[in-house]
């Protein structure tokens, strides 16, 4: 992998699709502002040597920064325990043992250290450490002054770790070679980084086009994030995908090194993962037409459809798949969504109660599949009065497309 060519992520690799102007997802809209959301262009490019994927441009930061103080993001926790049993277990971890850590999604993970006796922590500090003042500034602020420069600050004021952990943060990197180096700043000579990330490969196999968020850059493999692990100078010492139901959680802990370790890298490996990337996009048309067709038909023979959650998935699905005309109503419980407007579309955000008020019978599920069941227990009285749940995520038991 040469990671030269990731410094200008318009002209790395080739095209593999281009999705037209798409919303920032994030940018929900008062009922009565007559404005849209505003649109960037949208390309996926493929690294060929690697099966690489990225986004061509990705969206101004600024555009990307949440205008809302109540919006929040959730990462896969149920693994944090296993998590740490590994790393107070790594070599030459002791109880004296110095944990750094990149953003407030590691706070949970320093928690169970510092329960466990690893009291030695500490955490980026957005506003001392990269001088972001906006207290609703995310991680898309974040990566974008997080420079040598800047870590080479924070390891004075903190000191270097033994260990960092960087928790769903890489795949947001405009500038990936200089993260990467920037992180490694923070770290002791032999002291290990705890990288994780979405692993992409079930929704690239499957064909789940929710999968591509205008804030995530990378979207990383197995195969590709251990490719850019070897050519960034690294040896893997724990390597795990955890599996969630949504998409799979990939750990990786790792040392520099001076060894070639990329020697294990197989040629047909990385011709597979191309082939999948090829097929991911080759797979768009048809499945617009697909799905399209399917809403037609159920919203032709039962009514209007709604839609359940209203979150940055359903902003793809409806985006992506070019059905937000289909849907009547975005359904979301949280107070402060209620009665906004969805960035695609306009389309209005009502609470649960407008599936018993109205002739809902079809409600599209983009929820994260884990959550599904606590809606479908909480609504039976909708299945009782003939209203039918399907989910926007293939391969799920109630996936929209294998529907009847």
Same mark, same amino acid.
């Given at each position: 992998?040469?990671?030269?060519?990731?410094?200008?992520?318009?002209?790395?690799?080739?095209?593999?699709?281009?999705?037209?102007?798409?919303?920032?997802?994030?940018?929900?809209?008062?009922?009565?502002?007559?404005?849209?959301?505003?649109?960037?262009?949208?390309?996926?490019?493929?690294?060929?040597?690697?099966?690489?994927?990225?986004?061509?441009?990705?969206?101004?930061?600024?555009?990307?920064?949440?205008?809302?103080?109540?919006?929040?993001?959730?990462?896969?926790?149920?693994?944090?325990?296993?998590?740490?049993?590994?790393?107070?277990?790594?070599?030459?971890?002791?109880?004296?043992?110095?944990?750094?850590?990149?953003?407030?999604?590691?706070?949970?993970?320093?928690?169970?250290?510092?329960?466990?006796?690893?009291?030695?922590?500490?955490?980026?500090?957005?506003?001392?450490?990269?001088?972001?003042?906006?207290?609703?500034?995310?991680?898309?602020?974040?990566?974008?002054?997080?420079?040598?420069?800047?870590?080479?600050?924070?390891?004075?004021?903190?000191?270097? @770790?033994? /260990?960092?952990? =960087?928790?769903?943060?890489?795949?947001? &990197?405009?500038? !990936?070679?200089?993260?990467?180096?920037? +992180? *490694?700043?923070?770290?002791?000579?032999?002291?290990?980084?705890?990288?994780?990330?979405?692993?992409?490969?079930?929704?690239?196999?499957?064909?789940?086009?929710?999968?591509?968020?205008?804030?995530?850059?990378?979207?990383?493999?197995?195969?590709?994030?251990?490719?850019?692990?070897?050519?960034?100078?690294?040896?893997?010492?724990?390597?795990?995908?955890?599996?969630?139901?949504?998409?799979?959680?990939?750990?990786?802990?790792?040392?520099?090194?001076?060894?070639?370790?990329?020697?294990?890298?197989?040629?047909? @490996?990385? /011709?597979?993962? =191309?082939?999948?990337?090829?097929?991911? &996009?080759?797979? !768009?048309?048809?499945?617009?037409?697909? +799905? *399209?067709?399917?809403?037609?038909?159920?919203?032709?023979?039962?009514?209007?459809?709604?839609?359940?959650?209203?979150?940055?998935?359903?902003?793809?699905?409806?985006?992506?798949?070019?059905?937000?005309?289909?849907?009547?109503?975005?359904?979301?419980?949280?107070?402060?969504?209620?009665?906004?407007?969805?960035?695609?579309?306009?389309?209005?955000?009502?609470?649960?109660?407008?599936?018993?008020?109205?002739?809902?019978?079809?409600?599209?599920?983009?929820?994260?599949?884990?959550?599904?069941?606590?809606?479908? @227990?909480?609504?039976?009285?909708?299945?009782?009065?003939?209203?039918?749940?399907?989910?926007?995520?293939?391969?799920?038991?109630?996936?929209?497309?294998?529907?009847?």
């Amino acid at each position: 992998m040469n990671l030269s060519k990731l410094k200008n992520l318009e002209s790395s690799g080739e095209l593999l699709v281009d999705f037209g102007a798409q919303p920032v997802s994030n940018r929900f809209l008062a009922a009565n502002n007559p404005s849209e959301a505003p649109r960037f262009p949208l390309q996926l490019r493929l690294c060929p040597d690697t099966g690489l994927i990225h986004l061509g441009k990705p969206f101004p930061v600024e555009e990307l920064k949440p205008r809302y103080d109540w919006l929040t993001c959730f990462e896969p926790e149920q693994h944090l325990d296993n998590l740490v049993e590994v790393l107070i277990n790594l070599p030459g971890v002791t109880k004296q043992s110095v944990f750094g850590a990149y953003s407030f999604k590691d706070d949970s993970t320093l928690r169970r250290l510092e329960n466990r006796g690893y009291g030695r922590t500490w955490r980026i500090d957005p506003e001392q450490d990269l001088g972001i003042t906006d207290t609703r500034a995310n991680v898309e602020t974040y990566q974008s002054v997080f420079t040598r420069a800047r870590a080479e600050r924070i390891r004075e004021r903190h000191g270097a @770790a033994d /260990a960092l952990i =960087v928790r769903h943060v890489v795949e947001h &990197a405009y500038n !990936l070679p200089e993260f990467i180096q920037a +992180i *490694r700043l923070l770290v002791k000579p032999g002291g290990y980084i705890a990288w994780e990330l979405p692993d992409c490969e079930r929704a690239l196999a499957g064909g789940d086009y929710t999968t591509i968020w205008e804030e995530h850059v990378f979207y990383f493999t197995s195969l590709t994030f251990k490719q850019l692990l070897h050519a960034s100078g690294f040896k893997i010492v724990h390597f795990e995908s955890v599996p969630y139901l949504l998409e799979n959680s990939i750990i990786a802990i790792v040392q520099e090194t001076s060894a070639d370790a990329a020697a294990g890298i197989s040629p047909h @490996a990385v /011709a597979d993962e =191309v082939a999948r990337a090829r097929t991911f &996009a080759e797979s !768009l048309a048809r499945r617009r037409v697909g +799905i *399209r067709r399917k809403l037609e038909a159920m919203r032709r023979e039962r009514g209007p459809i709604a839609l359940f959650g209203a979150g940055h998935l359903s902003v793809a699905f409806l985006s992506l798949m070019e059905v937000g005309d289909l849907i009547c109503c975005v359904v979301d419980d949280n107070p402060h969504k209620k009665g906004m407007r969805m960035p695609i579309g306009g389309i209005e955000i009502v609470g649960s109660d407008a599936l018993y008020r109205g002739d809902i019978r079809v409600c599209l599920l983009s929820l994260n599949p884990q959550n599904q069941p606590k809606v479908l @227990a909480n609504h039976q009285r909708f299945i009782r009065q003939g209203g039918v749940f399907v989910s926007i995520f293939p391969g799920s038991p109630l996936d929209l497309e294998r529907m009847p």
